[in-house]
């Protein structure tokens, strides 16, 4: 088997609005800190070539998706389809669509976008050569902390006691406490390595306006520098309700708390990659498909009612255009609005009488026996026991956000009907799930069955 890696930026213009933490905060970047790419890996096998490409955004909507592959298959050939797509989930870049008022997208970074990641591919083709692959995990521990059932928002935790390496969390069983790699060594030489970790990249919060790719981001980069020669590419695994120990708090902090974690990460990827042990991949296989989950039944005349009530809140004589006023988070005018808007989409989708139900993306890349699969929600963490006991391959790695955006929550935020049950549904201009916490894991182990 032969692989190649490679990387194209695709960091935008200062000025462009960045993707994240809630509707119309017109974040406009004002510095980049690092820049962002987009890097590939392209397997292939005699006559058959799959591509793995990891963007440095908050996500990937699926008519962005289906261009970017449609614009990797132009360059390299070989089908659309074989081109599987993850976002990283920084928050700290453009806004690319996919969620109302979550940041304005830019139409000429949105039209330059594929041909740019494309460049990756393009790359890693010329790179093309037979490796060897390893495979470790590796703890990686008091990072990350569950923002559901633990103290997740840490704008109010102590900060010096956080930026403690030796820091751990209340709950650390809620949080993802190992790192998943997979190395590629041609001629001894390290030339490719992949990471997996399940954690928000919202180091840097509401309050900056920078370009960079969290501490996700600043780790690859560090690795790429102590390891030479060597592209590394992250991906998220189910980080739903997983945040880094330190977010949301104020610029200098912020900085701070980047270099910290970002530094911590690094150290438990280089502590995997050296325990990295070869693995036996003759072969490879990938597989995408489109999958249909049940909703909450939501009548035409129940979204109309909700769209009149909001409208009549904005037409009440002294309403303003500032966005944080209201009485919960949840309820401020930017909240409405953004729900308003997820609510005239889901309208203007009815067909008849029937609401709509758009599909998921679920792909997968099988190497040897290790099993990427992915999907285009953010996966809570509890969701991936099932299908982890549920596939038949030796390593798995559950990928959120590959060729979508939205949420797949547990049993218990959805029956909340809060933020991730209910709120972000509307605003990417969908209903919300009625059983996303069963059906989802188990599309996700009929896909690893499949890449057998």
Avoid at 35 to 50: D, I, N, S, T, Y
Avoid at 182 to 211: D, N, R, S
Wanted: proline fraction near 6%; charged fraction near 20%; include cysteine.
């Amino acid at each position: 088997m032969k692989a190649g890696f490679g990387k194209a930026d695709i960091t935008p213009r200062l000025g462009v609005q960045l993707a994240g933490y809630g509707p119309y905060r017109n974040r406009a970047a004002k510095e980049i800190v690092t820049p962002l790419f987009a890097r590939a890996l392209v397997v292939e096998q005699g006559r058959k070539r799959a591509v793995l490409l990891s963007l440095e955004l908050g996500g990937t909507p699926r008519r962005l998706s289906e261009r970017i592959r449609t614009a990797v298959a132009a360059r390299i050939g070989g089908k659309a389809t074989d081109v599987m797509i993850s976002a990283t989930h920084t928050h700290s870049s453009p806004a690319v669509g996919g969620m109302y008022a979550w940041g304005e997208a830019d139409m000429l970074y949105l039209e330059t976008l594929p041909a740019r990641a494309a460049e990756a591919a393009v790359q890693a083709v010329a790179n093309l050569t037979e490796v060897e692959w390893r495979h470790a995990h590796a703890p990686c521990e008091g990072i990350a902390v569950n923002r559901d059932t633990d103290t997740g928002f840490a704008l109010n935790e102590n900060f010096s006691e956080r930026m403690n390496p030796a820091w751990r969390p209340a709950k650390p069983e809620h949080t993802d406490p190992t790192v998943r790699v997979l190395t590629a060594y041609a001629g001894g030489k390290l030339v490719g390595l992949l990471h997996h970790f399940g954690c928000h990249p919202v180091v840097y919060g509401e309050k900056t306006a920078a370009i960079h790719g969290d501490y996700a981001g600043v780790a690859t980069l560090a690795l790429e520098k102590k390891f030479p020669g060597a592209t590394a590419l992250f991906f998220p695994g189910a980080l739903g309700d997983i945040n880094p120990k330190l977010n949301h708090r104020v610029i200098a902090e912020s900085r701070r708390a980047l270099k910290a974690i970002a530094k911590q990460y690094a150290a438990a990827v280089v502590a995997a990659v050296r325990g990295a042990e070869p693995i036996l991949a003759k072969d490879f296989a990938v597989l995408r498909r489109d999958a249909t989950f049940a909703r909450q039944r939501w009548s035409r005349a129940k979204v109309d009612r909700q769209i009149a009530d909001l409208e009549a809140f904005f037409a009440t004589p002294g309403r303003t255009d500032t966005p944080f006023v209201g009485d919960t988070p949840l309820t401020t005018n930017g909240m409405k609005m953004a729900r308003l808007q997820g609510l005239r989409a889901v309208r203007a989708d009815f067909r008849g009488a029937t609401p709509p139900n758009p599909s998921v993306c679920v792909h997968g890349l099988r190497i040897g026996p290790v099993a990427l699969l992915g999907c285009g929600l953010e996966v809570y963490h509890s969701l991936q026991a099932s299908v982890l006991a549920g596939s038949p391959h030796a390593h798995n790695w559950v990928i959120s956000l590959v060729g979508g955006t939205g949420y797949a929550p547990d049993r218990a935020a959805t029956e909340r009907a809060g933020y991730a049950g209910d709120f972000v549904p509307l605003v990417t201009g969908e209903l919300p799930y009625a059983r996303v916490y069963d059906e989802l894991p188990r599309a996700l182990v009929k896909l690893a069955r499949d890449l057998r």
